[in-house]
């Protein structure tokens, strides 16, 4: 059969034609229009790493610079520069630091005699501190002759540095000291680690001293001496030593002044014209007004024999073991014609006290005057 119709197939397009549904094609654009981000330069990024490296230095700086200068101005500074110089045996140092007035008379507070005290301060420690407003508490531990000993420092807020930290100012701490008594002549010499003093009259040495241990001598020259002794002070509290009390004791030379001073006593009396010589334990008496006395002297029949003691409160005691004898005469003229008188014989009483020596020897005070104990007047 034959077809009339145009064929269909002519119509259909060749397989090879065939591609599916396609889509428009995208269309070629120019490149975009957003750049690439620029690379920093590398002086610029070391530039930017370096400020932020300094800001965070001057952080820590001044963290660290605030923590130092708290420590510098705490405080317990004061009182440790204060005990820093002592145990270095820095005095003037320490005491200028410590606001501590002294003057010649101290003569404890030198470097050269704390050089010879022992038990001296060589270390410390801290123990606490306690501020209260503008006074603040620091109280430490200080190493004497192997054992530490405690003591309080005081200070005071005296303004501030740069508006913030506090300034402390030490106030003098109380120094101890070291007292004397010597039982011997008022004016004695004594030396206390090495410096040479007096005692007042009543025989007292007292003296400013820092913490520590001070030889004590008694110098009494030929004539007496006394056993050495040691005052010791303890801390920063105003402590005193307990009160050293030094006897003193002649010495043979001693003794053998005393002898010739109780001698050249009883001498003197005896050379007296007068029937009471002053001062003397011995006198006459009854005389007769209507008769005239001349040529009037003593005689000593036999000398008193005494023994030197220990020292009382005005001198070494002299006592009388053997009494002496000693008689007047006097050639008598008068109304019954003339004659001779004699008194005694009397007790010769030397018994008395040796207050002192001096180049010439001892000094003798009789302790009965004009015979007012002697019953052989």
């Known amino acids: 059969m034959t077809d009339n119709q145009p064929d269909g197939w002519a119509q259909v397009p060749h397989v090879d034609t065939l591609r599916g549904t396609q889509e428009p094609p995208v269309p070629v654009t120019a490149p975009s229009a957003h750049r690439p981000r620029r690379r920093l330069r590398r002086g610029a990024l070391v530039g930017i790493i370096a400020g932020g490296a300094a800001v965070v230095l001057l952080l820590a700086t001044g963290v660290v610079g605030y923590a130092v200068q708290s420590s510098s101005h705490s405080a317990d500074r004061p009182v440790r520069a204060f005990l820093d110089d002592l145990t270095a045996g820095h005095v003037d140092d320490a005491l200028r630091l410590a606001g501590v007035d002294h003057d010649d008379a101290d003569?404890?507070?030198?470097?050269?005699?704390?050089?010879?005290?022992?038990?001296?301060?060589?270390?410390?420690?801290?123990?606490?501190?306690?501020?209260?407003?503008?006074?603040?508490?620091?109280?430490a531990y200080l190493r004497q002759g192997g054992r530490d000993v405690a003591s309080t420092f005081t200070l005071d807020r005296?303004?501030?540095?740069?508006?913030?930290?506090?300034?402390?100012?030490?106030?003098?701490?109380?120094?101890?000291?070291?007292?004397?008594?010597?039982?011997?002549?008022?004016?004695?010499?004594?030396?206390?680690?090495?410096?040479r003093v007096r005692t007042s009259d009543d025989g007292i040495a007292n003296l400013t001293a820092l913490p520590g241990s001070y030889a004590?001598?008694?110098?009494?020259?030929?004539?007496?001496?006394?056993?050495?002794?040691?005052a010791r002070i303890s801390g920063f509290d105003g402590t005193?030593?307990?009160?050293?009390?030094?006897?003193?004791?002649?010495?043979?030379?001693?003794?053998?002044?005393a002898q010739q001073a109780v001698d050249r006593w009883?001498?003197?009396?005896?050379?007296?014209?007068?029937?009471?010589?002053?001062?003397?334990?011995?006198?006459?008496?009854?005389?007769?007004?209507?008769?005239?006395?001349t040529n009037q002297k003593w005689t000593l029949e036999q000398r008193p024999q005494v023994t030197v003691g220990g020292w009382l409160s005005r001198g070494w005691t002299v006592s009388t073991t053997s009494l002496g004898r000693a008689t007047f005469t006097a050639d008598i003229s008068g109304p019954g014609g003339v004659g001779t008188?004699?008194?005694?014989?009397?007790?010769?009483?030397?018994?008395?006290?040796?207050?002192?020596?001096?180049?010439?020897?001892?000094?003798?005070?009789?302790a009965v005057g004009n015979g007012s104990s002697d019953t052989g007047s």
Do not use: H
């Open 216 to 230: 004590v001598t008694v110098d009494g020259g030929k004539w007496f001496t006394a056993a050495d002794a040691t």
């Open 341 to 366: 008188a004699s008194a005694g014989p009397m007790n010769v009483n030397a018994s008395g006290y040796v207050s002192g020596f001096s180049d010439a020897g001892a000094t003798f005070e009789s």
């Open 266 to 293: 009883v001498d003197g009396c005896i050379a007296s014209t007068d029937p009471a010589p002053a001062g003397c334990s011995f006198y006459a008496y009854g005389e007769d007004p209507a008769y005239t006395y």
């Open 107 to 139: 003569v404890l507070l030198t470097d050269a005699a704390y050089a010879k005290a022992t038990d001296r301060v060589t270390g410390y420690r801290i123990a606490a501190t306690r501020t209260d407003g503008d006074t603040a508490t620091v109280r």
């Open 158 to 195: 005296t303004g501030t540095d740069w508006g913030v930290f506090p300034v402390w100012e030490l106030q003098a701490p109380d120094l101890g000291r070291v007292q004397v008594s010597v039982r011997g002549p008022g004016g004695t010499p004594v030396e206390v680690a090495g410096q």
């Open 240 to 257: 005193s030593s307990a009160p050293v009390s030094m006897t003193t004791e002649l010495t043979d030379d001693g003794k053998q002044a």
